[in-house]
């Protein structure tokens, strides 16, 4: 089996030599094709390299672009009518759908393995500040509350059985000023955890105090992003070996986001 990834950082990116630094944000990637926000709007570039297209150009921000597992559609978070909902639009373009309707600010976070839904936070269901993972069909429906008490990000197994997940984070869920700690050890340091959705059980990921987050499950495997040894960089956890490895050394720079 080919395991294609690409992890992203999130740093002014020159677009050619001649011209200003361009902040680019929130990278996704699918076979062809990396997503990105700039200016509020979402982007497209091959991952061969090239120009970059707007995907998007409503009125209001658009953010957290989440690809289907076949790279047709993306999900992403919308704020068109005063509050962040879900949206669905093809990859070769077309009118954004709407998939959520609440008060409370939703994120797209993943897709399930057979691109019949997307998963999504929001604090909807919460009694204070947390946040809880979402099951929308994209065909339209009602959202449906995965069985976790509390969850920020997540990626589920091949076989939608198992989801990697991050309980509690002190990094932004939602677009804001609000800026996590670099290194930060302290009690909402954020753990990985992997749950089975048949009864809730967890299985937690070994870590000492470190920010573990960005799960990826791909294949046997679920790739993440932690600080533990340094600078945030690449890891990945065996869920049959219960065995942690760090993929790729740390550099300078931390790595802000990973796709896969």
Known sequence: MRISLLALLLIPVLAYADEK?????KPAVSAKQVAFVYAGDIWLVDRAGGDARRL???VGLESYPVFSPDGEQIAFAGDYEGNLDVYVVPAAGGVPR???HHPDPDV???WTPDGKSVIFRSPRTSYARFLRLFSVPVEGGQPTELPLPQAEDGSLSPDGKHIAYV??????????????????????????W????SDSSITVVPRTNSNDFNPMWIGDRVYFLSDRDGATTLFSYDPASKEVKRVLDPGESDIKSASA
């Open 56 to 58: 998007t150009a409503g």
């Open 98 to 100: 709407r998939l959520t």
């Open 108 to 110: 797209p976070v993943a």
């Open 194 to 197: 992997i749950a089975d959705l």
């Open 167 to 192: 309980p509690l984070s002190n990094k932004p869920q939602f677009p804001g000023n609000f800026r996590p700690i670099r290194n930060y050890r302290g009690g909402t340091a954020s753990p990985l």
């Open 21 to 25: 630094p361009l902040l680019l944000q």
